[in-house]
């Protein structure tokens, strides 16, 4: 009888055990990202985010994190700054002994850091939450997701997407037939132009300003390197500007740009005699980009400029 009992316990334990492990490992979370798959035993709730893109999104969606870059900042995220946030290096070099130090869930690294992942991955769970630049707005709208996915908040992510979605849907009615456009660049006094296939060539590809090149050497971050007499000869109906010093910090009055541009050569195309030449936010379109708050800015922008020329 004794022996029955003793089985009988076993078998209830057995039983019991087998009916948590589904439990168990219920919470496991699965994460696809840019340069593979990280698996986590539960959802994060200590986060360090090396990529700005990132942070902002994350800011948007309402979720607290534990560490961020210690520059860099664009205004809207400047309560980041704040010392209550651990800074954990600086948008393209992590504090390898800091990330260590905090013995977080998740760090998410991207864009400029992504080259890093490895390291950082060797330290502490992480993420490679790069766009795809190819695919740029529908790859940081799956950013958006995947984060309201990662933290338990995706009524407030799919509220986001459907925010981005209608404005684009607005810009895109209005730039296939608002004529060409140049994104340019400014940096310590020269002028450079970015193409279809830039950081902000989504601008051409996927909303539809027309380019006036499609061939534009756009590789470094000063892009291709292009003279006044250049805009004058390709005329463009449009400039959209990127202060790339006031970006990065080294802009004080916010109006080198401005001051670069204008000069006779400049004076003459259509886009100064039509009053057509958009300064971009330089911190949204040079740092953060694909975040939601940076690319709703964006897009309001250039939105607001070209509907009030129809």
Do not use: C
Request: charged residues 25%; proline residues 4%.
């Amino acid at each position: 009888m004794k022996e029955f009992r003793r089985t009988f316990s076993r078998s209830i334990v057995a039983a019991l055990l087998l009916a948590l492990a589904p439990a168990a490992h219920a919470q496991e979370m699965k994460i696809e990202h840019a340069q593979g798959e990280t698996v986590l035993k539960a959802p994060p709730a200590k986060v360090l985010v090396l990529d700005m893109p990132s942070l902002d999104t994350l800011d948007a969606l309402g979720v607290e994190v534990e560490g961020v870059p210690g520059s860099n900042l664009p205004k809207y995220l400047s309560k980041y700054a704040d010392e209550k946030y651990l800074k954990v290096g600086s948008l393209f070099e992590p504090d390898y002994e800091a990330i260590n130090a905090a013995e977080a869930d998740l760090v998410i690294v991207g864009g400029r850091s992504r080259s890093k992942y490895p390291d950082v991955a060797k330290i502490t769970p992480a993420i490679d939450m790069s766009v795809d630049s190819k695919d740029f707005i529908d790859s940081a709208k799956a950013n958006i997701t995947k984060l309201g996915e990662i933290f338990g908040k995706q009524a407030e992510a799919q509220r986001l997407d459907a925010t981005l979605d209608e404005k684009i849907a607005a810009l895109k009615a209005v730039a296939p037939h608002a004529g060409t456009a140049i994104i340019l660049v400014t940096n310590g006094g020269k002028i450079g132009a970015y193409g279809p296939n830039s950081r902000v060539g989504w601008l051409h590809k996927e909303i539809g300003f027309k380019t006036v090149e499609e061939n534009i050497d756009d590789r470094f971050h000063g892009g291709d390197v292009v003279s006044f007499e250049y805009i004058l000869e390709k005329d463009p109906d449009w400039l959209f500007v990127i202060d790339r010093d006031a970006g990065v910090g080294r802009g004080n009055d916010g109006n080198a740009a401005a001051q670069v541009l204008d000069n006779e050569l400049v004076h003459q195309t259509k886009a100064w005699k039509n009053g057509q030449i958009v300064y971009l936010d330089p911190q949204a379109a040079y740092i953060v980009a694909s975040g939601y708050t940076a690319l709703t800015t964006l897009i309001d922008e250039v939105y607001a400029a070209v509907s009030a020329k129809k």
